[in-house]
C-alpha cells in the first residue's frame, strides 16, 4: 500500500503541467500570458470599448512590450488602427505625463508614441485616450496617439474604430 502510494505521488508530482490557453475566439499573445480580441463591432469611444470588452469577458488592452505592439500591429490591427486601454490620469503634469493608467489597472511601463505625441489638446478637444495607428499612407503603424476618449467629436469620418481587448490566459 505505501509503495502504491509512492507511486502514485511519484507520478504526480512528474505530470506536465497543463497548458495554457485562451478562450474560443481569443488571440494569445506570443510574448506574454495576455488573449487579446478585437470584437466585430466598433466604438466611438474608449467608454464604449470598455463595454464592448466586458462583454466578451475582457478589458481594453494595454499593450506591454515592442515585440506584443509588433504582433498586435501585424496580426491584429484594423486599416485604421485600435482603441487602447491606455489614457491620461494627470492633465496637470503636462501632455507627455499622466500615461499612467490602463483600464485593468496601472500601466506597463511600455510605449510607442509617435514623435511628438502625446500632445496638448487638438482644436479644444480633450485627448486623454490612446489610439494605436494603422495609416493606410504607412506613416504611424503601431505607432500610438493621444486622441479623444469619444472619437465622434472630431468628424464623422472618425465616428468609430475597433477595440483591441484583453483578458489573462485561463489554465
Known sequence: MMRTLRVIVTVLFFLPAAATACPVGWTPSPVSTTCFLVPPERSTSLFRCV?????????????????????????????????LGLYQNDKGLGPAKGWGRCVAGDAPNYSHWQEGQPDEDFAGYQQHC????????????GQWYNTACNSSTYSASQASFPCLCARGNAS
Do not use: K
Open 130 to 141: 490612446a489610439f494605436l495607428a494603422l495609416f493606410e499612407s504607412g506613416s504611424g503603424n
Open 51 to 83: 463595454d464592448l470588452c466586458g462583454e466578451h469577458g475582457g478589458t481594453p488592452a494595454c499593450i506591454g512590450s515592442a515585440e506584443e505592439n509588433d504582433y498586435v500591429t501585424a496580426e491584429l490591427a484594423a486599416t485604421d488602427g485600435l482603441w
